[in-house]
């Protein structure tokens, strides 16, 4: 298919572009012209099981480049795997806030501290839950309630230790500045 320019090696005006692989290719040279061109259009390809799929990645609106900001398209919903994610995430987060008694301003931080992990891939390899727990013992911290990693530990019977390991993880990651407790706790 030509697209009506011509190539800057041979000046051939056969140029075949490929929305399918995102390039554009001279027919009479063998020159890419064009690579990883962003289109705006949805295809959609059936496996051997008769399944569709969409080929290409979404770029989100927030993304700044490069593979680790690309997500997935989950077909017949039209959401992106990190809106499943982040609502997954308001999930858990809502009922371990509602086990500790902690309320709406709470839950927000909490979710807030969870979206700033998951942008800077610090969820990948760890559970949800320690994730989830991690981001509600930061908001208690911040917020200055009296809760502990123990109350934490208590409520999703989880390891207060490990729960200590990925509180740590994330606040050192996330560069936040968390006051002290006059309380002793499992760290």
């Not at 320690?130 to 509600?136: E, F, G, M, R």
């Amino acid at each position: 298919m030509s697209s009506g320019r011509k190539c800057n090696n041979c000046g051939s005006a056969d140029i075949e572009v490929d929305n399918a692989r995102g390039d554009a290719v001279c027919t009479n040279c063998g020159s890419v012209l064009e690579d990883n061109i962003i289109v705006s259009e949805v295809q959609f390809e059936e496996n051997a099981h008769g399944a569709a799929s969409a080929v290409g990645q979404f770029v989100a609106s927030d993304s700044r480049g490069g593979a680790t900001a690309y997500g997935k398209f989950h077909v017949g919903t039209g959401t992106e795997s990190r809106e499943v994610t982040l609502r997954k995430a308001r999930q858990g987060i809502t009922h371990l806030c509602s086990q500790l008694r902690l309320n709406n301003h709470c839950i927000e931080t909490a979710c807030n501290f969870f979206k700033m992990a998951l942008i800077r891939n610090l969820t990948r390899g760890r559970r949800n839950t320690h994730i989830y727990a991690a981001c509600v013992y930061i908001t208690c911290r911040t917020e200055g309630t009296s809760h502990l990693l123990i109350d934490i530990s208590d409520v999703l019977q989880i390891c207060c230790y490990e729960l200590g390991r990925t509180y740590l993880k994330l606040s050192q990651s996330l560069c936040l500045n968390i006051p002290s407790i006059g309380h002793s706790c499992c760290l």
